[in-house]
């Protein structure tokens, strides 16, 4: 036993070392240099454009998303005359080989879609689940006191039934045209010849080494030998290939059902921290259709995913809060952020009360939107320093509610996928393994997720319930803020980012980037971020941002600056379309 503790520690040890090597040896932009730029002409023009700052300009069609080759898969299929609805498949597959620690198969996502037809806004909740014989004390130690977060995250207790396969074939089955099995072909393919790790993976592999040491099949794929990939390095997938000819074959029951599933589920219950994910909750897991949750702000309605994610309920308050205030004094005007930072923490404090899975905890969404309680809970901004306390507002609802305050953690990850295609379809999808390469199990040639830590750790506070705790067959709240802005019924802007709870703010930023300060879809991608949550006022380091330190501070903020790693994928709709990719991350626009 004490051996192979031992042993155990020193490899870690080990990896950890040659993860330090690797990446002090290598210069990752070298020696990724115009690989993306090779996958094809109109990549490196993609490129280009974004290094300039401006967006891709097209007449038809667009598509933006996190990786290069999941944009131009997209693209191939959008120029073969496929919906928006084919597009995103073949991007999720994609960006489930070549950006494997943000979203893939053993995932989840929520797609916003807008029907040229009917001119309906629909929202699909692909989102993971809770196994039945999940308790509210998941994340609980034997004296009742909340894990450690990476003690709950990295294994299998923190896996839940995985919703993307089944969201990707309704999504297919609901408004794609394309042969279903040509749309997989892409990335089953680049699996079996290998694609290039770029920069940003390899960084990241690096980076969490250790954790990635912790199961042998994660391990072998991501550091071979002991070491972890390197960018430049041709990683192949063969797993993966089998998963993707198998969903090709079988469609979501290789899934549900099916082999893939049950080899899920012995990777959870048999990972060294085991969880309790069964074959029932793979054989019962169900695509959920929800009302889509609209906010007017300045004649736009802004539509995006309800519960159990809070993004559009937080960011529609963000906005509501801010309808009656003049912004166009731009970014890094100082009031102009007080007034955006304590609207956020407004929002957050109901968030972190009313927001859960509304199939288990009735949810105040009208109350919350209401015009008339955000204009209310608006008051208090003005004035002229910061909010020196903020708590959650009392919405109108139908049932008597007392709810304790979440304090539940998310980590940055995730990704978002942004198409119109030629009809004016157009899909929002955000979509995600919770943290940077998940549960750090692997099965199949993809990461299982850790979503179940978006549940809160503690069931309860001083003995009143908290709305978002764990229980059976419940779906943990997300921030996932998938958006399609409308204007006189039509959508004018789509919008979504990574960034765990700051994706709210990433989302909003934008869209008042495009509505108030009259900025172009690239434009809006690259503002400085300033994001408030729950108090701090987070500045984007090396950017302008930092700039509003001293203002904020007087004004009675606390400051902190620090990376801010979004990845909003735009897409601006009018007369023809404008894609804009994140400066911060890998993606690309790409249209016709
Ligand atoms: N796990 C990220 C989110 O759902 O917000």
């Known amino acids: ?283 019962i897991y169900r695509i959920k259709e929800r009302p889509a949750v609209c906010a007017p702000y300045r004649a736009h309605q802004v539509c995006g995913m309800g519960p159990p994610s809070s993004g559009a309920v937080a960011v529609g308050q963000i906005l509501g809060a801010l309808e009656g205030f003049d912004l166009s004094a731009g970014p890094q005007d100082v009031d102009v952020r007080r007034l955006m930072g304590d609207a956020a923490r407004l929002a957050f404090a109901d968030r972190g009360r009313y927001l859960a899975d509304s199939d288990y905890v009735p949810v105040p969404v009208a109350g919350l939107l209401d015009p008339a309680y955000m204009a209310e809970r608006a008051q208090v901004l003005n004035t002229d320093a910061a909010l020196p306390e903020v708590a959650p507002g009392n919405p109108a609802f139908d049932h008597a509610l007392n709810w304790a305050d979440d304090v539940s953690i998310e980590l940055p990850s995730t990704s978002h996928i942004s198409i119109v295609d030629a009809a004016g379809n157009v899909a929002s999808m955000t979509t995600t393994i919770e943290n940077g390469f998940g549960s750090r199990l692997m099965v199949g040639g993809f990461l299982l997720n850790n979503e179940l830590t978006d549940f809160s750790f503690r069931s309860h506070r001083e003995g009143v319930p908290i709305a978002n705790r764990v229980e059976p067959g419940k779906r943990p709240r997300s921030s996932m803020s998938p958006t399609i802005v409308l204007k006189d019924g039509a959508p004018v802007l789509v919008v979504g980012s990574p960034g765990g709870s700051r994706i709210i703010g990433y989302t909003a930023q934008a869209i008042i980037g495009v509505i108030d300060w009259g900025m172009d879809v690239q434009q809006a991608a690259s503002i400085p971020h300033a994001v408030n949550r729950f108090g701090t006022y987070d500045l984007e380091e090396g950017t302008a941002a930092v700039g509003l330190a001293d203002g904020l501070t007087a004004l009675g903020f606390e400051v902190n600056t620090r990376a801010l790693t979004s990845g909003l994928h735009l897409i601006a709709i009018g007369d023809g379309v404008q894609g804009g990719a994140d400066p911060r991350r890998e993606g690309i626009a790409l249209g016709q």
């Open 1 to 283: 036993m004490r051996l192979t503790l031992m042993t155990g520690v020193m490899a870690a040890w080990g990896v950890a070392v040659a993860a330090q090597q690797a990446a002090d040896a290598v210069d990752p932009e070298a020696a990724t240099a115009g690989a993306f730029e090779a996958i094809s002409p109109a990549v490196a023009e993609a490129l280009a454009a974004k290094a300039s700052g401006v967006p891709v300009v097209a007449s038809d069609w667009m598509v933006a998303a996190a990786n290069p080759h999941a944009v131009q898969a997209g693209a191939d299929v959008l120029a073969r005359g496929g919906t928006a609805a084919d597009a995103l498949v073949a991007v999720q597959v994609m960006l489930g080989l070549v950006e494997p620690q943000s979203s893939g198969l053993g995932g989840g996502a929520f797609l916003v879609w807008y029907d040229a037809a009917s001119g309906e806004v629909t929202t699909l909740d692909g989102r993971e689940t809770a196994p039945l014989a999940a308790t509210p004390q998941l994340f609980q130690d034997d004296a009742g006191a909340p894990l450690k977060f990476f003690d709950a995250v990295v294994g299998g207790l923190s896996v839940g039934t995985p919703g993307t396969p089944a969201l990707l074939a309704e999504v297919h089955a609901r408004w794609g045209t394309q042969d279903w099995a040509s749309l997989l072909a892409p990335a089953r393919d680049l699996a079996l010849e290998g694609f290039s790790v770029s920069s940003r993976l390899a960084g990241l592999v690096a980076g969490d080494a250790e954790r990635l040491a912790s199961s042998d099949v994660t391990a072998a794929y991501f550091l071979p030998g002991g070491t972890p990939v390197a960018a430049g390095d041709l990683l192949k997938n063969e797993a993966y290939a089998a998963t993707l000819d198998a969903f090709a074959a079988q469609g979501a029951d290789a899934f549900y059902g099916g082999q893939i599933g049950r080899d899920v589920v012995a990777t959870v219950q048999g990972a060294a921290k085991p969880g309790v994910l069964s074959e029932v909750d793979m054989a």
